[in-house]
């Protein structure tokens, strides 16, 4: 494709994120204009130096400075702060539909209660939708270092928030911690009506990604990039039509892969699985919706048709209603035959 224009093009595709955690897209700016309106040192002394400190090997190594990060959210005014730039952002780059990760556990065990965390990310949440007419859906996610028992412990608290809540992610320090620790407590999750997701093949085996789809009855796979070593679980993946939400720059950036032209994303669509891109961590990983979509566009030359099923995708892969969904599809569809007119 022609890439003098192809940053404007993916800007004018009506995009949905699925994948995007909000404690991920915490801007090192805001971050210390919170710090130090809340009286909490950071681990570095500026911007800057933080930026730097940007240089993963791993996913562990990441993880360790996004629960830093995270120590400087106190009030529920932090929390919509955080979430707001998140969609103002999101916003500017034509995404229309949100579905968001919070991760509950990562506050609460620094004492600050569950209802702050969540009252200050739904007010964000809803301000976008009256004034951006930006859509969305909140998924609680469990953190898998944790027990099972702290899970349902957190389930317990977010009972009373029920109707704010879509669905369960699950999330954090892959290796080791499979799926099918949090048996239980997907199954009495499903139970309350919610949503099912789960991180499954970003850095653990394909195996994982059959406890997510098979023990913990997901409706949907974060990230899944390791299925293609497997092909009886492709099989399953394009039978199933079980959405993928891939996140490019947060595979180069994690090392899940060395470079992006040899990112999977292509040959998922090739091969007729639900594969949908997002941005993971914006904040930690240099780009959001749109970003991740131009340089894996660039980086695997895709061309119009792969990056309209891409969007479309991502509406199909969504938990909106079926009539949502159709109304969605078809204004991509309709932006893609204008560019060819
Ligand atoms: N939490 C935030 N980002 C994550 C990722 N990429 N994998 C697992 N847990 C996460
Ligand atoms: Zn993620």
Request: aromatic share 10%; with cysteine.
């Given at each position: ?178 799926p099918s620790k949090f ?83 292509a040959e998922m669509l ?72």
């Open positions: 494709m022609d890439s003098s224009n192809l940053a404007s093009i993916i800007q004018g595709i009506p995009k949905t994120e699925l994948h995007l955690h909000i404690e991920g897209s915490f801007e090192p700016e805001l971050m210390f204009e919170i710090a130090k309106r809340n009286n909490i040192p950071l681990d570095y002394d500026s911007v800057e130096s933080l930026k730097k400190a940007y240089k993963f090997n791993n996913l562990q190594e990441f993880l360790d400075i996004y629960y830093m990060g995270a120590k400087v959210l106190i009030h529920e005014q932090d929390f919509f702060d955080l979430t707001w730039a998140y969609l103002t952002k999101v916003n500017s780059q034509n995404v229309v539909h949100v579905e968001v990760f919070f991760d509950p556990q990562t506050h609460t065990e620094r004492g600050i209660a569950f209802d702050v965390v969540i009252k200050g990310i739904r007010r964000a949440l809803e301000k976008a939708k009256d004034e951006l007419n930006i859509s969305y859906k909140l998924i609680m996610s469990y953190l898998r270092h944790l027990s099972e028992e702290d899970a349902f412990k957190t389930l317990e608290e977010s009972l009373p928030f029920k109707d704010w809540i879509d669905g369960i992610g699950l999330d954090s320090s892959e290796l080791g911690n499979p048996v239980n407590v997907f199954k009495a999750s499903a139970e309350h009506g919610f949503k099912l997701a789960a991180h499954a093949g970003e850095e653990g085996p394909s195996e994982y990604i059959w406890e997510a789809l098979d023990l913990l009855k997901v409706d949907r796979i974060d990230h899944g990039n390791r299925c293609l070593s497997d092909d009886k679980l492709v099989e399953r993946l394009v039978k199933d039509q079980m959405p993928l939400t891939l996140c490019p720059l947060s595979n180069v950036e994690l090392k899940v892969i060395q470079k992006m032209h040899e990112h999977p994303v090739e091969k007729g699985i639900l594969a949908t891109i997002h941005s993971d961590d914006p904040a930690y990983f240099g780009g959001y919706m749109n970003e991740n979509y131009l340089e894996t566009a660039k980086e695997l030359d895709l061309n119009s048709n792969q990056l309209m099923q891409l969007a479309i995708n991502g509406f199909e892969a969504s938990w909106l209603k079926r009539n949502e969904k159709d109304e969605h599809i078809s204004k991509v569809k309709a932006y893609f035959e204008s560019l060819n007119s």
